[in-house]
């Protein structure tokens, strides 16, 4: 018994000594590839961005410090929004708030039709986002500095509003970003057709988002596709979770960083290719389910999938179908739009966070 105990405590011990040995192997990767951002690439952005040297770094996963930089750098500012510009709305915002808690009518203001965008939905959704990390919620250093970024934003385009999920995505940004810099960030990246779209609820341009995975995924998983339609599971059950607050929600946050890190680099296709990922990771979990317990798994994710796992699987998603690219399936809709359309129009979908 005593041999058995010794030779236990020496398998631990190697492990231990494996474990750190790849943690500083880690460390020194990050460490390695951070000089070669700092020196290399940022300084020389326009020139450098698209070298393969930059694509195959940035598709290892940006390191933490970078990883801001890099992500305002790519998203950009076509709104041309400064931090002046910010600092007005947030100004407006805090007047609105200040009017409400006076009067208290902000009940009597808010139409049930109105309610996506009234400041209590903020607080709720506020209190809502990762409430496994403690920083976002009331008393917590970020809840603030979230209230802030999503207020001023119901003021700079009241004809979006508030929707619910738009919390995940600043709440990313502010964990990456100064606050002003994830304003910016946040409203240039709303402000993309894909999450316009979403946002905004345009049923028929989601259906054309829809039916373009629904493309890819009959290409790249076939036997899961015919799974899936077996059971009449449309994407836009599972899609509008995912898509609407840009995986952060459905991941490990770790993992849902580095979804973003290509997804600043590759735009909305990227999204959709990230999807394809998941599924391919779960195919053969997935099919060997019925409809209720895939909608369940899809909903709730593993949360110990790790980054290396999805990204290989993402990595084997080829997105081409029939010749065309993710662009013009996605730009001609395809000729299953209207079963597409069948399965959203069963319930009018919106995701429930």
Same mark, same amino acid.
């Given at each position: 018994a005593l041999?058995?105990?010794?030779?236990?405590?020496?398998? %631990?011990?190697?492990?231990?000594?494996? !474990?750190?040995? $790849?943690?500083f192997r880690q460390e020194d990767i990050i460490a390695n590839t951070m000089v070669v951002w700092n020196t290399e690439i940022l300084p020389n952005w326009e020139s450098m961005r698209n070298t393969r040297r930059a694509r195959d770094l940035w598709w290892q996963g940006l390191p933490p410090n970078v990883r801001g930089r890099v992500w305002s750098l790519a998203v950009?500012?076509? /709104?041309? &929004?400064?931090? $002046?510009? +910010? $600092? &007005?709305?947030?100004?407006?915002?805090?007047?609105r708030w200040k009017s409400f808690s006076e009067t208290g009518s902000e009940a009597e203001m808010a139409s049930l039709a109105d309610r996506e965008?009234?400041?209590d939905l903020i607080k709720l959704d506020i209190a809502r986002?990762?409430?496994?990390? @403690? &920083?976002? !919620?009331?008393?917590?250093?970020?809840? %603030?500095?979230?209230?802030?970024?999503?207020?001023? +934003?119901?003021?700079y385009r009241p004809d979006v509003g508030y929707v619910q999920g738009m919390s995940f995505i600043a709440a990313v940004l502010i964990l990456n970003l100064e606050e002003a810099d994830a304003f910016i960030a946040f409203a240039n990246l709303l402000n993309k057709p894909c999450q316009m779209a979403f946002f905004r609820v345009d049923h028929e341009l989601? /259906?054309? +988002?829809?039916?373009?995975?629904?493309?890819?995924? $009959?290409?790249? /998983?076939?036997?899961?596709?015919?799974?899936?339609?077996? +059971?009449?599971l449309t994407p836009d059950l599972y899609l509008i979770d995912w898509i609407f607050t840009l995986y952060s929600k459905s991941l490990p946050l770790d993992v849902a960083c580095r979804v973003w *890190?290509? @997804?600043?680099? *590759?735009?909305?296709? @990227?999204?959709?290719?990230?999807? /394809?990922? &998941?599924?391919?990771l779960y195919e053969d979990v997935l099919l060997q389910m019925d409809f209720i317990h895939i909608? !369940?798994?899809?909903?709730?994710?593993?949360? *110990?999938?790790?980054?290396?796992?999805?990204?290989?699987?993402?990595?084997?998603? !080829?997105?081409?179908?029939?010749?065309?690219?993710?662009t013009q399936v996605r730009r001609a809709g395809c000729d299953d739009a209207e079963e597409v359309k069948r399965g959203l129009a069963r319930g009018q979908r919106r995701p429930a966070f």
């Open positions: 041999g058995v105990a010794r030779r236990r405590k020496l398998k %631990d011990a190697r492990r231990k000594v494996k !474990q750190m040995k $790849e943690r950009g500012n076509e /709104l041309n &929004i400064t931090p $002046e510009l +910010y $600092e &007005i709305f947030l100004s407006r915002a805090k007047e965008s009234s400041l986002t990762f409430p496994s990390l @403690f &920083i976002f !919620q009331k008393g917590g250093p970020y809840h %603030d500095l979230l209230h802030s970024v999503l207020g001023a +934003y119901t003021c989601m /259906l054309k +988002y829809f039916a373009a995975f629904e493309a890819f995924f $009959e290409e790249n /998983l076939p036997k899961l596709c015919e799974h899936f339609r077996g +059971y009449s *890190d290509v @997804f600043c680099r *590759d735009g909305e296709e @990227f999204l959709f290719r990230t999807g /394809l990922g &998941i599924l391919r909608a !369940q798994f899809l909903t709730r994710l593993p949360e *110990d999938m790790a980054s290396e796992n999805l990204f290989s699987c993402i990595s084997s998603t !080829q997105m081409v179908s029939g010749n065309r690219k993710w």
